[in-house]
């Protein structure tokens, strides 16, 4: 079947996590992306946290699926006059190296532009313009610049930084959004465009609700959280443990088993309160004026959950979770990583795939999560290192076998 980027061709100078998310999605699309990546080493995560001897890592085939590969020095003379040919080549050009690096090499914005006036040229940092935007970012940096790791944690505790790569894979899906508006941009005009995306400012964009609870700090104590009534709120917006962003109040309670994840959280809506306090055999708390309505509850939310509690302790998180669901209860089992390696509607939407490497054998890796009807996804395995260097330089480079032959010799490729 066709795919929605059929004919469209990026080149993709990334490395590490957020640029190679982008591309991996855009080769998910249908595009054509050709990986670029230093001679000898390659993509630095091929060889980190590996868990088999002399095979590429999870950490790389789970982020490079789909591409092709070419090795290029693009700091030696024939290696620039490679990467010209590939710029002028390309619709898209993706790179997240540190500040400066292609510039440094002679790839000004200008430069290119003059080369290929209608690529689109992408990029991660860390930040944008301003006091830091020379610096080298990481996922974890990211999040503690971004409002994440101050607003995530207990009250008691120390900020603390989240599993889900909202720094790393968070920019680079913000980035195929801009790519992707700019291949549109350029249906009318012609003309390529800088797309660029700060890690600091998507981080910031997924706490949007937190700088929304800041402003509502000037108007009083912020009622959801678990510091309200009795706790202390400073000038800034506090950790809320597990209270929900939103307008309803939420709240991971135990349930049966004790383990590490056998937690459910849990939603008070208000058309909630009587199914819930039935099942927890509180019926009396549904017309209790005390208990009965939301502005009632708020100040007493821990109390609310320590009750609900008490019931889904005598219950396996899912069998809650059915019970609940057949009362419109909003509410999510803490599922564990393996548990979903083994949920089969993931593995059927192809959310969790599984992929034949060549060298690695079998493994799971998270397939497309977004659908499109008209372009479905196949994951196929990452490149070897070079894998598609020859090809690659003949037919879009249009150089021959003697050609390669010298720029291998001199370490272009
Ligand atoms: C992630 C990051 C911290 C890694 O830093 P790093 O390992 O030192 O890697 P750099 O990006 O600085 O690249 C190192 C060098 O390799 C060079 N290089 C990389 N690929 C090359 C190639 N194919 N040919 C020639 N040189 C290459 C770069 O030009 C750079 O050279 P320079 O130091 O002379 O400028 C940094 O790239 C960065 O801050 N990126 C932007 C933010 C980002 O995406 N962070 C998230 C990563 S998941």
Redesign the pocket.
């Given at each position: 079947m066709a795919k929605a980027l059929d004919g469209v061709r990026i080149l993709d100078?990334t490395?590490?996590?957020?640029?190679p998310t982008c591309t991996q999605i855009l080769a998910w699309f249908g595009a054509d992306v050709i990986k670029?990546?230093?001679?000898g080493r390659g993509d630095?995560t091929r060889g980190q946290l590996r868990d088999k001897p002399n095979v590429d890592s999870l950490y790389f085939t789970m982020l490079n699926c789909n591409k092709r590969s070419i090795?290029?020095?693009?700091?030696?003379e024939k290696?620039k006059e490679i990467f010209r040919k590939l710029i002028k080549s390309c619709d898209v050009m993706v790179e997240?190296?540190?500040?400066?690096?292609?510039d440094?090499?002679g790839f000004t914005w200008e430069a290119i532009r003059e080369l290929n006036p209608r690529l689109i040229y992408a990029s991660?940092?860390?930040f944008g313009p301003g006091p830091y935007e020379d610096?080298?970012?990481?996922?974890n940096v990211?999040q503690c610049t971004g409002g994440a790791a101050s607003t995530t944690g207990f009250d008691d505790g120390p900020p603390l930084v989240t599993g889900a790569q909202i720094?790393?894979s968070g920019?680079g899906i913000h980035l195929v959004a801009g790519i992707l508006a700019a291949l549109f941009q350029r249906e009318k005009t012609g003309q390529g465009q800088r797309v660029t995306c700060a890690?600091q400012d998507t981080v910031l964009n997924l706490c949007r609700v937190k700088l929304r609870d800041q402003q509502r700090l000037a108007a009083g104590p912020l009622m959801e959280y678990p510091q309200y009534p009795n706790g202390v709120f400073g000038d800034a917006v506090p950790r809320a443990g597990n209270a929900s962003g939103g307008g309803q109040p939420g709240w991971a309670v135990r349930t049966k088993g004790g383990g590490p994840n056998d937690y459910i959280y849990v939603i008070i809506q208000p058309p909630g309160w009587e199914p819930l306090m039935k099942l927890c055999g509180r019926a009396e708390l549904i017309t209790d004026p005390e208990w009965a309505t939301p502005e009632k509850r708020l100040p007493k939310l821990g109390k609310c959950f320590e009750i609900i509690e008490r019931w889904t302790m005598t219950l396996d998180k899912l069998e809650v979770m059915r019970k609940l669901n057949e009362f419109d209860v909003p509410c999510g089992p803490i599922l564990d990583m393996g548990e979903i390696a083994a949920e089969q509607a993931l593995r059927e939407t192809g959310t969790v795939v599984e992929v034949d490497h060549p060298k690695r054998g079998k493994f799971l890796t998270v397939g497309n999560p977004i659908k499109l009807s008209g372009s479905p996804t196949e994951v196929k395995p990452s490149p070897a290192l070079g894998e598609h260097t020859d090809e690659i330089l003949k037919s879009i480079v249009g150089w021959s076998d003697t050609e390669i032959a010298a720029a291998r010799k001199e370490g272009a490729v």
């Open positions: 100078m490395h590490v996590q957020s640029g670029v990546e230093l001679p630095i090795t290029l020095n693009t700091k030696s290696g997240n190296f540190a500040p400066g690096a292609l440094r090499q991660v940092k860390g610096c080298k970012v990481y996922e990211a720094g790393d920019t890690m």
